[in-house]
């Protein structure tokens, strides 16, 4: 599979509808450990089918970038469900990330919606 280039406009679609985790990788094209990254991620992509990857060109997408309050690049997040599992700084060898992505298909999206559910009761009888 290949990975698809996200925007403001169509970021917020992909990582609600995604029923599959999304891995999203933030980069630019000056940046060495970016460039360094990208293969690590391509190839991951190609393995892993039941999984989308999406990149962010931090140069391109500022905005968005900004948003998101990515401060240093190359950044990971994963959505899962809607819900952000995994946010970190730096680039990960391709063990790491094929670590990461068995963990994020291993976690029970229904037990994490309820535990939203949980917080933000709990949250709105504080306030």
Do not use: Y
Request: net charge negative.
């Amino acid at each position: 599979m290949s990975v698809i280039e996200l925007t403001q406009a169509t970021f917020q679609a992909a990582t609600q509808s995604e029923k599959q985790p999304i891995i999203i990788d933030f980069w630019a094209p000056w940046c060495g450990p970016c460039r360094h990254f990208a293969p690590t991620f391509h190839t991951a992509a190609d393995k892993h089918e039941d999984v989308t990857f999406a990149s962010v060109n931090t140069e391109e997408q500022q905005e968005l970038a900004m948003a998101l309050r990515i401060r240093s690049i190359p950044t990971l997040m994963v959505f899962r469900e809607n819900v952000l599992l995994f946010q970190q700084a730096g680039a990960l060898g391709a063990a790491q990330l094929e670590d990461l992505i068995t963990q994020v298909k291993a976690v029970d999206m229904a037990k994490v919606h309820a535990e939203i559910a949980t917080q933000e009761k709990a949250t709105a009888t504080t306030h």
